[in-house]
Structures are given as C-alpha cells and as structure tokens.
C-alpha cells in the first residue's frame, strides 16, 4: 500500500489547514481498513490525532478535540483532516497510516499501523 500526503505548509495561528492523504488500495481494501494521522514534532515521540474505521466511526486524541476533523472519500481512497484553530504547539511531520485492525474504540498504538505514507510538514507560527 502506498500513502502519499499532501496539504502541509505554514500558517499562523489561528489559520487552518487541510491535508490529504491518497491511498493506492482498491476501494475494496478501502472498506475495510482503518485510517489515521499520527504527528511528530521535533525531539518527541509519534502521536495518534485522529482515526476513522472502516465503517466511518471517528476518534480524536484529546488535544485535537473540537479543532480537527478526519474523513475520508471511499470512491477517491483519499484521508482527509481538516484542522481549525491551529497552535503552535500543532507544529510538526503529520503521517497518514493504515491498519488491518480496527479502530472503533480508539486511535490504537502506532504498532498497529501496518503502512505509513512519507510525511507532510505542517509549520504554525505564533
């Protein structure tokens, strides 16, 4: 499976952003997998933001809460997050990934995530 991100860049706080993630699964794969954004800001750890499962149940990590919002397109295999009320502290490489697994209850551990797409830098200034 090949991810391929799009949509980064700077904006200053307050703005927002969309990014994009394109997936090369059928649609048949696209009905039965889960999707995420994970982010990494520099000198820390991976983070989940978001997830949706295959049958559209949406989880968000409490710090994106009310501020972001993760959908996906089945017919065009393409993950979406829409991020509002950007912070600095949202600064960092933002992820696409797949999973197997479900997701329904949560965003689940990056180990969970069977493929990942190369990254797309979203910058936020103060």
């Known amino acids: 499976v090949k991810l391929v991100e799009s949509g980064g860049g700077s904006v200053q706080a307050g703005g927002s952003m969309r990014l994009s993630c394109t997936a090369s699964?059928?649609?048949?794969?696209?009905?039965?997998?889960?999707m995420a954004w994970f982010r990494q800001a520099p000198g820390k750890g991976r983070e989940g933001v978001a997830a949706i499962s295959a049958d559209g149940v949406t989880n968000y990590a409490e710090f994106v809460k009310g501020r972001f919002t993760i959908s996906k397109d089945k017919d065009k295999n393409t993950l979406y997050l829409q991020m509002n009320s950007l912070q600095p502290e949202d600064t960092a490489m933002y992820y696409c990934a797949v999973s197997v697994l479900l997701c329904r209850r949560g965003i689940g551990p990056q180990g969970a995530y069977n493929s990942w797409g190369q990254g797309t830098q979203v910058t936020v200034s103060s």
């Open positions: 699964f059928s649609t048949y794969t696209g009905n039965r997998v889960c």
